[in-house]
DNA sequence: TAGATTGTTAATCGATTAACAATC
DNA sequence: TAGATTGTTAATCGATTAACAATC
């Protein structure tokens, strides 16, 4: 029946959730009860009716005249992240970018626990990083099924990264989070979330040179 | 006049032209001399009209019949990204990921140049990184002026990225990518790009728990 | 020339904002 | 109760797609 058409949750509203999660967790931090959608946005930089259609998508979490019980909502999103269960990773490829990003605290707060990385390099092999040990790439199968790893973050170099995703496709992972300059494909059932870091590169240096082509633009024009 | 208004260039569309840009540069090393909007959008996953449309805000690149020349929309998508000038570059902090960002050639291949590290650490400042040496942080406002260095990467804690970007703000830099989990301020005239990598990583995590979020929506709504 | 493909206008689609009845 | 603020419908705005005359 019509009622149990769940519509699609666009990209953008997607975008917008870990910026709610994060804020209502620092009010509750400072024991803050109740927030309104409009307080939300006021500080967010959205509109209130934004926020509003926002968490609409996902259920009636608010109460007239009240707003949002912070702790509640705040756990609602925990939920809706994903957040409600610990997820398990591991990190292909321990140069300094892998290293970098076992060593980054937040993620565990967060619920995800690295449990190992992996690399082709014997002299990395066996050792051991912030207490996390680098095993050899080839037990990367059987160590994601017996452990039950969830996620798996590419930063092996570019060369190297379609053929770890093809790798990981034959694992139980559910989630690819790549950091090599190529969008990697995965195979189906697994959701590949790609860092291209030159492209966000690229769009400060669009921004930081924005003026320049519109007078660009406006002289062609004139002419 | 009116033809003199240039509209202002939506966020989507700069965060597809990284996307031409590459694909372009691709064809050029495979000598192919011309391309079709249409041939594009089918490789990169766009509608041809789309392109045109992106492409449209910047000039009239093509040629009916034709298509577009690859050497000239890729030199001409290059100015547009602001790569027709070398960028100096300097990275605040000189820990993992400040290295792990140093080390990565693809930023000055394309003509964004990294002078220096920056950091606090005594054992780091007089060390230097894959030839590229540490200074005190102390003297950085001096470097980017008499460098004029235009961009710096923020890779240092949480706790110290405002300080950071508030120093900078004193300085002659356009633009600052930041890499701390926070989204931080900076002085008028100076861009921001702030590389969020938890949000990412919760955005893989919502997609990964999409099905069962949907899932209890559907029975909420039954009962 | 005939075929191809652009630049651009018009139509559609989707996302954001505004408005307001419902209700705490 | 009166005031506040939600959930939700309607209006607006913007972005994407379709269509097609212009033209290489």
Redesign the interface.
């Known amino acids: 029946m019509a009622?149990?058409e769940?519509k699609k949750?666009s990209l953008a509203v997607?975008?917008r959730?870990?910026?709610y999660?994060k804020f209502l967790g620092e009010l509750l931090q400072k024991n803050v009860e109740r927030v309104s959608s409009h307080e939300m946005g006021r500080i967010l930089g959205f509109t209130a009716s934004q926020i509003r259609q926002d968490l609409n998508n996902?259920?009636e979490f608010g109460q007239q005249g009240y707003g949002y019980n912070v702790e509640q909502l705040y756990n609602e999103l925990a939920?809706?992240?994903?957040?409600n269960t610990e997820?398990k990773m591991v990190i292909v490829g321990a140069?300094?970018?892998g290293?970098?990003?076992a060593?980054?605290g937040?993620?565990e707060r967060?619920g995800?626990k690295i449990l190992a990385l992996f690399d082709v390099n014997p002299d990395l092999i066996g050792k051991s990083i912030r207490g996390i040990p680098v095993h050899d790439i080839n037990d990367i199968i059987y160590f994601i099924n017996e452990n039950e790893v969830?996620?798996a973050v590419i930063t092996v170099p570019r060369e190297n990264a379609q053929e770890v995703a093809d790798t990981l496709s034959k694992t139980m992972i559910?989630?690819i989070?790549n950091f090599a300059?190529i969008e990697v494909k995965a195979g189906p059932g697994v959701?590949v979330?790609n860092?291209?870091?030159?492209?966000?590169?690229?769009?400060?240096?669009?921004?930081?040179?924005?003026s320049?082509?519109?007078e660009?633009?406006?002289t062609?024009?004139?002419s």
Do not use: C
Not at 79 to 83: D, E, P, Y
Not at 195 to 210: A, G, H, K, P, Q
């Open positions: 009622s149990d769940i949750v997607i975008r959730l870990p910026k999660h996902f259920g939920k809706i992240l994903g957040l997820h140069g300094k970018l290293q970098a990003l060593g980054y937040d993620f967060h995800f969830d996620i559910k989630g989070w300059p959701i979330e860092v291209l870091l030159l492209d966000s590169l690229l769009t400060l240096s669009y921004r930081m040179n924005e320049r082509v519109k660009r633009i406006a062609q024009k004139n």
